[in-house]
């Protein structure tokens, strides 16, 4: 009597919880599903192709995104080009060539630190320093977005080194391979999906940023080329929203640029899925 009253009471918590966990998902997905319906649905109807390919008119009374769309592919590709760099070399010194532990330690505790400061603080700090030596400038916003997502490619690297049997390195050691064409011909091909995902998400976080270039990019929805461009003040997509929503009342253009880069957002989450299954199954061949 006493077993079957405690394999019942077993069987009403299990399905208890269950229930719970069926409840707190289907919340979460009607939530998510709810934003984006409700953001697509208020957005879509304004991305047109005078929208994407004109710049503002205020004496027209027209607006237009082609600044702010050039502004956030220069800003991605500056960022890259200084990030990658440091972040992956500082990568591979840590895991292979640095062998005090403790200052490796302590090095990767900073990282994370850094990794979970708030983006607005980076921006108070890339003002007062490459704003005041720069001028507000894509420049100033790039670099400010560096040392925001440093930590983040130089963990990701070492969690896929990390990941590479040590065996790959002896047996290229046993050939009569250096250290440096080990890593550069055996590790870093081994792990290279990891590398590629972790840029790719990093692309995600400087789309997404905006608190951090208000106070170091500027505001300005004007048209320039590119190295013109990252010496002049400008306004990303996510800046452009929040300018377009909070000073001038401009909602309908706010909703297609949150659209916009909702569906940028869904583009580079799958290039993420398909470019870590496409390296997975290249290296398993």
């Not at 590629?196 to 505001?219: M, P």
């Amino acid at each position: 009597m006493l077993g079957n009253q405690l394999s019942w009471k077993r069987k009403t918590y299990i399905g208890l919880m269950e229930v719970l966990m069926y409840l707190c998902t289907g919340l979460t997905a009607a939530l998510a599903l709810f934003l984006v319906g409700y953001v697509l649905l208020r957005g879509l109807h304004g991305i047109t192709w005078q929208f994407l390919s004109t710049e503002p008119s205020y004496l027209s009374g027209t607006i237009g995104i082609l600044p702010n769309l050039l502004n956030t592919i220069y800003i991605i590709f500056a960022t890259l080009v200084l990030v990658l760099p440091l972040g992956i070399g500082a990568a591979v010194y840590l895991t292979e060539y640095a062998g005090n532990r403790k200052i490796v330690g302590m090095i990767e505790y900073a990282a994370e630190t850094l990794s979970g400061i708030p983006s607005i603080i980076y921006g108070l700090a890339g003002m007062l320093f490459f704003s005041n030596h720069l001028g507000s400038c894509l420049l100033a916003g790039a670099l400010t977005l560096v040392i925001m997502n440093l930590p983040v490619v130089m963990r990701t690297t070492q969690e896929s080194l990390k990941t590479v049997p040590q065996g790959y390195r002896e047996g290229a050691f046993a050939l009569g391979a250096g250290k440096w064409r080990a890593i550069r011909t055996v590790v870093m091909p081994a792990c290279v999906d990891g590398v590629i995902t972790g840029c790719i998400l990093v692309v995600g976080r400087i789309l997404g940023e905006s608190a951090a270039l208000l106070f170091s990019a500027g505001f300005a929805h004007a048209l320039h080329g590119v190295l013109d461009g990252l010496m002049r003040p400008g306004a990303t997509l996510t800046v452009a929203l929040y300018v377009y929503a909070k000073d001038q009342g401009e909602f309908g253009a706010a909703f297609a640029i949150a659209a916009l880069l909702m569906a940028l957002t869904v583009f580079i989450n799958l290039c993420t899925a398909l470019t870590g299954k496409y390296c997975k199954r290249k290296n398993s061949i």
